[in-house]
């Protein structure tokens, strides 16, 4: 293929709730649910992505639908691996004249165990890869949002997924400090579901409870409370009934999930070496991955560490541009397996 072969390297993001892929020279181009519907009696993948998500609480006796990561680690095999393939051929889609199989980094929690990461490498290998770098995902997420990782001066990077939240403190090209809570987005939902079963009787699904949090869903104080009607199913008459709920309430649903999440941060702060410290009261507190996008929990963040906090740009995407910016150090990964995302210098 000669001056023609273009590298086709990429970065995935393999996350509980969204999974997304970085081509080399592209950027994103595949964002999609983490989510997959079979049918139980062929075996059959019926829909990846999108499409399955749709399908969820609404599928028929024969169809299934799965979410096969969980709590940032993958909890179903074979279905992760079906889904990563679908999605690298989607990714490279345009790319069917280069038969060359692509090198792939993909992100991993810090608090994972070998047997785990090995999971994730081999299911990245069945699903098309040549070879499989595992990179920190606290690292990635730090990469993506532009922190200077590789300085010698304390970046805190705070990604709050949909099972996870990962909170570290990186210098010089290594995670100095973490913690990796299984709190995050989607502990917020099952609040929201507990907490209007509990008042109001009244069952509503998965879905429902997600929009519920990113419409009216606040972190702390409600300053100005507004109304939402919510449609489920009465639990006493069976029957569908709509109820009115307020921001408030549903900040008070929420108001232990942010309490855990704001605790792992004070917890890995009280880690953290004075000198790394000192440069994070600096530089600032950076939030990413989707629940970073509930309102007001920067301030809340703020309020609670007294350290300046910051959203970065693009919160569902800063760990797959941090994996497909990280791509530029695959030698490095290749030289040392693992985890350390120490760069290739000596
Ligand atoms: P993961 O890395 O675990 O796949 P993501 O970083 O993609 O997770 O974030 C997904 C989580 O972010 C979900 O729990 C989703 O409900 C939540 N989320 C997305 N947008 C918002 C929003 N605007 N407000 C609150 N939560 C949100
Ligand atoms: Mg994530």
Redesign the pocket.
Known sequence: MGRFSFSQDLGI?L????TLVFVKGKGVVVSEP?VVARNIQTGDIEAVGNSARNMIGRTPGNITVIRPMKDGVIADYDTTAVMMRYYIKKAMRNRSFLAKKPDVMICVPTGITMVEERAVIDATKQAGAKDAFPISEPFAAAIGAGLPVWEPTGSMIVDI????TEVAVISLGGVVTSRSVRT???NM?EAIIHYIRKHYNLMIGERSA?SI??DV?VAGEVKEDVDMDIRGRDLLTGLPKTITITAKEIAKALEDTVLSIVEAVKNTLEKTPPELAADIMDRGIVLS???S??KNFDQVISDETKMPVFVTEDP?ES?AIGTGKSLEYIQHFRSHPGVSARPFVN
Do not use: I, P
């Open positions: 993001d996350g509980t709730a969204n983490s997924g949909g099972g996870t995050a987005g989607d939902d997600e949090k990113m869903g991955g989707g629940g996008l509930l569902l760990v």
